[in-house]
Every structure is written in C-alpha cells, then in structure tokens.
C-alpha cells in the first residue's frame, strides 16, 4: 500500500502544526543523533527519501552538497519544499518511495527521515538504495522503534488519573501492518523487528556502521519536562550503513 495522507487537507494542517514542522531540524528531538552519524557532505550527491518539507535537503547544501535530490509521494508536502528552497542544486520529484529507480552508483549519501515504517518492504528498498549508491556510500535513515509500532494503539498504559504508568510492548514478533491514530485520520504503519532491519540491510550488501536508539538532546530535557517521558523507551531508531 502506497499512503499518502499529507495530501489530505486536515490532515496536512495538522502536520503543519507540529513543532518538527515549524521548528525544523532543530525542533526533531532525533536531529542531534542523526546528524552526528552524517559522513562529509562536502562535494556528494545526496539523495533524501521522504523529503517532506526539504529540511534535509537544505541542510545538505549548507554542508556544501553538489547535489540534492529530495522524493516524497505528496504534493502538499513537496509544495511546501518548494517555497522554501530557493537552489537550483536541489530537486524535488513527486514519488513513492517505493517506485524510485535511479542510476547505478548515482549518489555517495542516502538519508531518509522516519518515512521506512510507511512502506512495506524495507528489503525492496535495500536493494534499490544500494544499487543507485556507489561504492563506499552512505546510508543513513530513522524510523519509529520496532517498540515504538509493536502494537496498534501505540501510546502509553495510564492509570486512573491520567499518569503514563508505562510503554506496553505486546506482538513484537508479529511483523506486518498497524492501523493507528495519528494526528486526525488513522494510518498504516507497518512493523518489523530490529533484526528484521539490520538483516535486510546485511542481505542487500551493506555493513553496518552505528545503531542508535535516541533520547532526546540535553537541551530539549531542559527546555520541556514532559520530554523525560521520552528516555523511557526509545521512540525512534537510526541505522547508519555504507555500501561495501
């Protein structure tokens, strides 16, 4: 299944609300951790999967990226890209993930920002980012932890009185779709274990380079209390790789 529900105008309005969405890179509790496994980007071809708003994009031309294509499947999104890029060196191209299909060895860095739990194979895409990464690329992603999408209802255990008593994690071994709430229209995330990752990533020819879990940085803990909650199970995962 190909979802797009950025397109949806209540949806998208929402989005547009996020602190991520108005803040940007700075305001992603994940930022710190991804950038800190980000190889030079001096002189490379970069591509981005699920560009959304282009804030990776930009951030790779301001560490003076040749090149920059960012893919995204909605319109909405890649509208709102748009309108804040103002660099012939980046393009964005309307797509599903999924669908991409791009020269051998045509980019040194591959990144992609918590878009993977949306498709359904992540091997498929293993196989097309290592074939249009040239040797020695880069590979870099988050998605949502596999903790994070074990279960449907994807949100904390509470007592009576409205206190997060504590994250449950139920049906870790059963991979597939969840049907969720998010934001105001329920979406299709699909779930897979972290050894389910790593291996498809192994099997499509890469070797692993950092696996984190993230917490968010020490300056959001100060900034907001209610992000302690986050370094009680991790929310997302970053895996960086490098074609051999």
């Known amino acids: 299944m190909k979802q797009n529900k950025y397109d949806d105008s209540n949806f998208f309005s929402a989005y547009e609300q996020m602190p991520r969405s108005i803040?940007?890179?700075?305001?992603?509790?994940?930022?710190?951790?991804?950038?800190?496994?980000?190889?030079?980007?001096?002189?490379?071809?970069?591509?981005?999967?699920?560009?959304g708003f282009g804030w990776h994009c930009r951030y790779a031309r301001e560490q003076q990226a040749s090149s920059v294509v960012g893919v995204d499947i909605s319109a909405k999104?890649?509208?709102?890209?748009?309108?804040?890029?103002d660099d012939p060196a980046i393009s964005y191209l309307q797509m599903p993930i999924e669908d991409i299909h791009f020269s051998q060895q045509q980019f040194d860095v591959v990144i992609?920002?918590?878009?993977?739990?949306?498709?359904?194979?992540?091997?498929?895409?293993?196989?097309?980012?290592?074939?249009?990464?040239?040797?020695?690329?880069?590979?870099?992603?988050?998605?949502?932890?596999?903790?994070?999408?074990?279960?449907?209802?994807q949100d904390w255990?509470?007592?009576?009185?409205?206190?997060r008593l504590h994250w449950p994690v139920d049906h870790y071994q059963s991979e597939g779709m969840r049907e969720t709430a998010f934001l105001t229209a329920d979406v299709m995330k699909y779930h897979r274990t972290i050894s389910t990752y790593i291996n498809d990533l192994i099997g499509a020819g890469f070797a692993l380079r950092a696996v984190k879990e993230t917490m968010p940085s020490d300056e959001m803990l100060k900034s907001d209390p209610?992000?302690?909650?986050?370094?009680r199970r991790p929310m997302f995962l970053i895996i960086a790789a490098e074609k051999e």
């Open 23 to 51: 803040g940007g890179l700075a305001a992603a509790g994940e930022w710190h951790v991804f950038r800190s496994l980000l190889p030079e980007l001096r002189n490379k071809n970069v591509l981005d999967l699920g560009c």
């Open 77 to 85: 999104m890649l509208q709102k890209a748009r309108q804040q890029t």
């Open 112 to 153: 992609s920002s918590l878009a993977f739990h949306y498709i359904e194979s992540f091997e498929a895409i293993s196989r097309k980012v290592h074939h249009c990464l040239r040797q020695g690329g880069t590979f870099i992603f988050s998605v949502e932890h596999p903790i994070f999408t074990s279960r449907h209802e």
């Open 157 to 163: 255990h509470y007592d009576d009185q409205g206190n």
């Open 226 to 231: 209610l992000m302690n909650d986050e370094n």
